[in-house]
Structure formats: structure tokens, C-alpha cells
């Protein structure tokens, strides 16, 4: 890419160079037409300059598209290795080891838990190549929106404060009803709530609301972790977007679980606020009109 900059800069360079040569030439030439060729290469140098501009935007976001898609697929690989790794040690040790009962069903459990964080991941990328592709529809109907995120909160939920495990404090009104894509939005919540477990330290509290105010529907997911930067919070909802690059980076993710957030949401007509929560973290705000 700075190859492709180098020759860019230096073919500019170049034609400006010899427009001005041959102007200097043909006023020389033609001193009586001075004032045409000014005006001519006036107009020339501005249209010339305008297409070098939007030329290196292009370039620009092309170099910018292909950093997303390194740190997509490096972030893809860990996100794949990790959980792929832990299955392969819990069933190598449940078929070599001579295990009690309670000690297979629990290593097992660990297991299926893997399994969903790679079924999730796996959920998340096909949504989101469907929403590029503009080939999801979503389908709406009416259902409970209580249940939905209760039963989220308990198959994320950690009973035990072990290291890099949080407990989730939800707060649920019940039958708290909408009219959407049940599966959309499961996705939605999901991402959420895994989110705010990420960017939190070992044993902090990840808060989840739900209730309804003046006939709207409110989500919060409050975490206390490291927080957001006011100039990253229009940011993070962008595809591939997240802080660091890859190889620095220590949480786990593919920058595609608030990019899904958002446009779900926007398909919803439902607005998202990201506010800083105290004395640190960020709030995730959904409101449903």
C-alpha cells in the first residue's frame, strides 16, 4: 500500500509538471492568448485536482477495508482456536480419565458452553453477511420481550466468581411485550449483554434492565469496565470498528456484534445511546417507541 501511494504522489507530480511546461510553453508561443490559457488551465488544474482527491479517498478506504478484514480474520481465528481448544482438553480428559460422574457432567457442561459462545459467533456472521446482502427480511411479529432477555441472562449467567467471570444483576419487568424479529433481536440482546461481559474486569457486576416508561420499552446493559471514549461512541457500531489493533488487543471479539446491534435496531425503528456509567464503564441504552 505505500508502494501504491509512492506512485500515485509521484504521477501527480508528474502531470502537474508538464501542464505547467506546456503552458509556459504555449503562452510563449501565443502571448496574445495568455488569458485563455490561464482560464483553460485553471479550469484543468481544478477538475484535475478534485479527481486526485476523490481518487485518494478511494485508495484511502480501500486501505482502510483491507486493515478490516486482516483484523476480521485474525480475530476470527482466536475467537474459533480458543473455544475449539477447550472442547478438545474437556473430551480428551473425559475419554483418558477414569472421572466421577459429577466431574464428566461438569466437563461437559463446559463443553456445551464453548459451543454456544462458537454457535453464537457463527450466528452473528451469517446475519451479518445477510444484512449486507440485503436478503433478511425481518420477519415481525408480536412476542414477549421479558422471557427473551430472562432466559439470555441465565444461559450467559456465571453462579461462581472465578477469573474472567462476571455476574450478570438483571432487573426484569415481566410481560413486557413488542412486535419484531424474535430472532433478530435475540441476537441484539445477546450481543449486548456479551459485550458488556467482555469489557469487564474479573467479578464485576454487568447490569441488565428492562422496563417499560411513558409507553416505551427500555433495555440498559451497564458494565464497569474500561469505558468508551467520547469520540469512539459513533464509531463502534461501524462493521469490523474496534479499539487497538488485533495483535494488542486482549478481549475477545470480530467487531461484528454492535455493528448487528445497530442495524437490527434501525430495522426496529428503535433508537441506541451509549453513556458513560459511574465511577466507570458505559451503558447500552435501547429504547422501543
Known sequence: MRRTFIIFYALIIYALTELVW?????AKLMPSSLGMIMGEGSIFIFVFFVG?????????RERKLQEQKRNFLLSVTHELKSPLASIKILLQTIQKRDLTK????????????????????????????????QSYTFPKAKFNLSVLVDSIVNRLQLSKC??????IDAEIEPKVEITGDKFALTSV?????????????????????????????????????IGIADQEKNRIFDKFYRVGSEDT???????????????????????????DNRPTGSIFEVIFD
Open 52 to 60: 486526485a482527491y476523490w481518487l485518494h479517498k478511494s485508495i484511502m
Open 189 to 225: 440482546v445477546t450481543n449486548l449483554i456479551e459485550n458488556a461481559i467482555k469489557y469487564s474486569g474479573p467479578c464485576e457486576t454487568v447490569g441488565v434492565k428492562l422496563f417499560l416508561k411513558d409507553g416505551r420499552v427500555f433495555l440498559q446493559v451497564a458494565d464497569h469496565g
Open 22 to 26: 506546456w503552458g509556459y510553453l504555449l
Open 102 to 133: 459429577e466431574q464428566t457432567l461438569d466437563f461437559i457442561g463446559k463443553s456445551l458452553m464453548d459451543i454456544e459462545r462458537l454457535d453464537d459467533m457463527v450466528e452473528n456472521m451469517l446475519l451479518a453477511s445477510k444484512i449486507d446482502n
Open 162 to 167: 472465578e477469573s474472567n467471570q462476571q455476574i
Open 249 to 275: 488487543r486482549n478481549t475477545k471479539g470480530t467487531g461484528l456484534g454492535l455493528y448487528i446491534v445497530k442495524e437490527v435496531l434501525d430495522k426496529h425503528q428503535a433508537s441506541i445511546k451509549v453513556k
